[in-house]
């Protein structure tokens, strides 16, 4: 069983190359440095969100305001830096916003045990109709150089983007095994009766993993009106979906307790490689969704088989 | 001669009312007056009926609920327990039944979860994992303090439990029915532990209802019976009949109606019925007629027996026969068409929907009796509701009330209303008159009684031993999934006997 | 969805929040109306109301089948994305395939339960929860309705086609009478049917009501394949009212409207608590602050926000006002 174990995640994280690989010999310039360098910058911005989402999904829950505040966040930062703010305590304006909503979003979990995805999805359709209403359904784009670059310049070499995802990418992995935070968050998503009897606050971490998922939805938001130097008001609509995928791909299991932040980066990367690579071949965006909608439902639906198979074997006393 | 480590005195126990207010004026309280002590370097065990208060007790001490009255002191110092932390940290560890661990966590994690040491903030996994081994090696045991708990057995997530609890320089550890799923190796294990953890000069509370494992790992018992306490003994005196004659009590003289009278006809008939592939087959008949009574201590299996004859639990074996059909794998509801009535053990998540009023509760099993052409009635159900709420004498403003607002009583005969109304061949009781007052239950025991007259077979599990004896024209006892005793009403069928059965099998 | 999460606030409430939750409905409908008739010049003309009327049917219509999902404790966010292929298949088979009028109902109503069938499928017995399954689904769907337009759409349909709701009775469109029936016909089959009993016994307590011998399987797996019924249902309506057959027609944005009118209107996330009734309420309160916001020149895009704020008052007042054990 250990084996298994090891031998799965061995699995996941060959998967993206051996994958990778596979579509490099069958679509021409799928290999290419500059398409591939495009597919980790796409899959940066499903990978920051994933990487919040990750938290969400262990403590049993799930996060579909991302495609709001995808559009929102960098709206808000967009109409200041055209307003004259300066670039920085625009952005800070920006990720204060995805801090904000997400931590309401913990509000009504913790405290009006909402559950979390009807207030997701409700604080998503505000964050969208904000994100339409604050410039009248316009898009904006034409930023100052130095917002731009973070989307597109390079860093000794590599894409600003994929440092980005990199930093959160540790950040994440950090919390969650570094840190007794992250012990707490498993335990939430595992057994919370054994939590609160040591004492610890559900609420807490709840406005915590809210919150942060809000941070990382801000943070891929402006990311991607960085490398777009665009944004559109309905920009975050592709990218929720690709989260969520992101993540199950990951094998973060949605009965919750377990997930890994690597893991579902590298889920991210699937994705983004895969969309890249039906691009590439022509197939339609809607096409491609039909495919991932379907992949969804079927990992879940494995993933549960496992569970129930494992739950039967352990069993076996009245 | 060792020192007391904890002194409990006058412990007392009110039952509460449904309205969470406690019941004070009445004999029947769940404590009433217990003491118990525990000294150091000694193993106490604790033994009584279901029912009869060790769990409680030991809840009290586990600083999970609190005291009505009566005093409890920790090392000579008188002390009142704010919760579970509380107690943990004054030295008292309690080891449940269902074990306390996040699945998902390793053991080191799970055994420092709350208190994870850190390193310039950051948690210091490696520590963590030495003091982890650490314990577990104290404890003789080479557990992989890295293993997830979800792959442990139930034996070594109990090791890792009792090593958390002796990370807290616990003094005091309570076990509640700690053998109930380990193999014979594992107890021998368990009990090692044990020995070692009392040569250490800990203190150990031991509920157990198993005989068999006093003697090896006991100093000395104590009896609680009806929340008191009714005496102990040292464990080399222990004899068998003594301690079984303290458990069971006197014959007491309450009448039970007993109008009705058996027939012939074979109405249930369970054959070779396996509960688990590991327990030895059933068998269990009920006539027409017929009040069968179940017995047996908890976690004996005789809910998993009743809900495999209702058809909501699988079985490993066997069949059953029920009105001379082979009925297994039916649904509920095709059995609840054919005659078969079910009244469960947990009223509020099994019986009732708690979110409806009486009629619609009592209306739920028989809706095709109160409809026409698929559309309710109104007027036949209230009919219907009226009707039970007389019959039963339910206490309630109107049929429109909300079954949440009843008394535990009333609650409990909407949902023998409810199974009445489909007018039932077989009605399977799981301890029918648990958590009422005394009125109500007198009124349920003529009920059933009355039921029986008109022919209808009932098999009634009941850990009361007066009604269980009382009310049954037969006995069966289980103990660990299998029927130890078929036994006739009779002036030999006593309180004694059944305990024996229950607790050691045999006679 | 958490089947049995616990109220926050208490256990029982009181005799008098319990009744304003049973007719929270009716309140809110009818402050909104009083307000919106003071506030708003012209919101009661006739033509102002008939409007309103209008625009509530064909929400109302899916908002019946979401209601029913939501008592059992699920969620379909499915819906909208089933409008739109309903939507394109009508379109299609009305128009270029010249099916006869009947068949294409039959086809399009078939299309929406075999779909709801499938969600219920894969929620009840593949053990996936609602909301994932529906939402992969959803997505699934949206795919296969473009795949059907190929990128285009289907306008200019049949005359007899288009008579099945625009036929004009009593100075309203047939599709509000279609719309009503439907209504009637399901308040009939929850508040009075041996089902709707059923089905509030098991968005209560699944346990309780599987062990009184209620066939929860099946009917969890028949309230998706009804509210994607009703979600086709919908759409064949909306291609007729606006002439036109389109995949994007309904999508997320009328899933989340949906779900706001069946939760104003009374229906509790939890299970068990809803009603036909309380649902079309729903619809007619949100449609009437949606008029008031086209009255009052205000930007439809902050009635997308507000409709959020809507739902979540009425989640907070429902979790005050419903007994939940």
Known sequence: MVIAHLARRAALFALPLVLFLVMGSLIPHFLDVSNLLNVVRQSSIIGICAVGMTYVIIIKGIDLSLAGLLAFCPMISGMLMLAGVGTVPAIAAGLAAGIGMGLFNGLMVATLAVPAFITTLVVGQIASGLALIVNGGRSIGAFPAGFVFIGNGTLLGIPLSDLILICFLALGFFIQRKTALGNHINALGGHESVLRQEGISASRLQFFVFGFSGFCAAVSGLLLSAQMDTVHPTQGDAYQLDAIAACIIGGVDLAGGRGSIPMAVMGALIIGGLRNALDLLGVHPFIQNIFIGSVIILIVFLGGVVRRRNELATRGTL | ?507 | MAKGAKRPFGAVPGRMAAWIGRHVSFFIFAVLAVLATLCVRNFAARDNLVIILKQSAIPAVACIGMTMVLMTGGIDLSLGYIVGLASIIAGILAKTLLLPVPEVVLAVLLVGALIGLANGLITQYLRVPAFIATLGSGYVIYGLAQIVSQGSIVNRLPKGFLAIGRTDVLGLPSAVFIAAGVALGFHILISRAIFGRQLRAFGFSPKAAALSGVPTARINVLVYAISGTLAALAGLLFTIRVNAAQPNMGGGVFTFEVVTAAIVGGTSLFGGIGSVAGSILGVLSIKIIENCINLLGVSYHLYLAVQGAIILVAIIVGNLTHHRA
């Open chain 2, 1 to 507: 001669m060792n020192e007391t480590l904890i002194a409990m005195r006058g412990i007392t126990k009110f039952i509460y009312g449904s309205d969470g207010k406690p019941i004070r004026n009445t004999d029947v309280k769940i404590l009433n007056g217990v003491d118990f002590d525990l000294a150091a370097g000694e193993v106490h065990v604790l033994v009584g009926e279901n029912g009869a208060g060790k769990s409680t007790l030991m809840k009290i001490l586990g600083g999970i609920i609190p005291p009505d009255a009566g005093e409890l002191h920790i090392g000579g110092q008188k002390v009142d327990l704010l919760n579970a932390r509380d107690a943990r940290e004054k030295g008292i560890a309690f080891i449940h039944q269902e074990l306390n661990l996040c699945p998902n966590l390793d053991v080191a994690h799970n055994m420092f979860l709350g208190r994870e040491p850190r390193r310039h903030w950051v948690k210091d996994a490696a520590t963590m994992y030495e003091r982890s081994s650490a314990l577990l090696q104290a404890l003789s045991c080479d557990l992989d303090p890295r293993t997830l708990v979800a792959r442990l057995s139930t034996a070594q997530q109990q090791i890792v439990e009792i090593a958390k609890a002796m990370s807290f320089a616990s003094r005091v550890v309570i076990m509640d029915e700690p053998t109930a799923s380990l193999t014979k190796r594992e107890i021998d294990v368990l009990f090692d532990l044990i020995r070692r953890m009392r040569a250490d000069g800990m203190g150990i509370v031991y509920i157990s209802h198993r005989f068999e494992e006093f003697l090896e790992v006991g100093d000395r018992l104590s009896v609680l019976r009806d929340g008191r306490s009714v005496g102990g003994m040292r464990m080399s005196d222990f004899d068998p009949d003594t301690v079984i004659h303290m458990m069971a009590g006197h014959a007491i003289d309450e009448m039970y109606p007993r109008t009705h009278a058996v027939q012939d006809d074979r109405v249930l008939e369970v054959q070779g019925l396996r509960l688990t592939p590991r327990t030895p087959p059933i068998d269990l008949t009920v006539n027409r007629g017929e009040v069968v009574g179940l017995g047996g201590l908890v976690g004996s299996g005789r809910t998993e027996l009743a809900k495999s004859i209702f058809g909501v639990r699988a079985f490993a074996g066997g069949q059953v026969r029920y009105l001379g059909r082979d009925t297994t794998g039916w649904s509920p509801g095709r059995l609840i068409a054919a005659g078969m009535a079910y009244l469960s053990e947990d009223r509020k998540t099994e019986g009732l929907v708690l979110g409806m009023n009486i009629r619609e509760n009592t209306s739920l099993a028989s809706l095709s009796s109160v409809a026409t052409l698929g559309l309710i009635s109104r007027r036949k159900e209230q009919t219907q509701a009226a009707g039970l709420i007389a019959q039963l004498s339910i206490v309630a403003q109107s049929a429109e009330q909300a079954v949440a607002t009843l008394s535990g009583g009333n609650q409990q005969k909407c949902v023998l209303g409810k199974w009445l109304s489909t007018e039932p061949r077989l009605l399977i009781l799981d301890e029918p008159t648990r958590g009422i007052d005394v009125g109500a239950k007198a009124q349920i025991h003529k009920l059933i009684d009355q039921i029986a007259g008109t022919g209808v077979a009932v098999l009634m599990i009941s850990s009361e031993l007066p009604e269980l004896i009382g009310m049954s024209d037969r006995v069966y006892i289980m103990r660990a999934g299998a029927v130890v005793a078929d036994l006739a009403a009779g002036p030999e069928l006593t309180q004694e006997q059944v305990v024996a059965y229950s607790c050691l099998g045999e006679r």
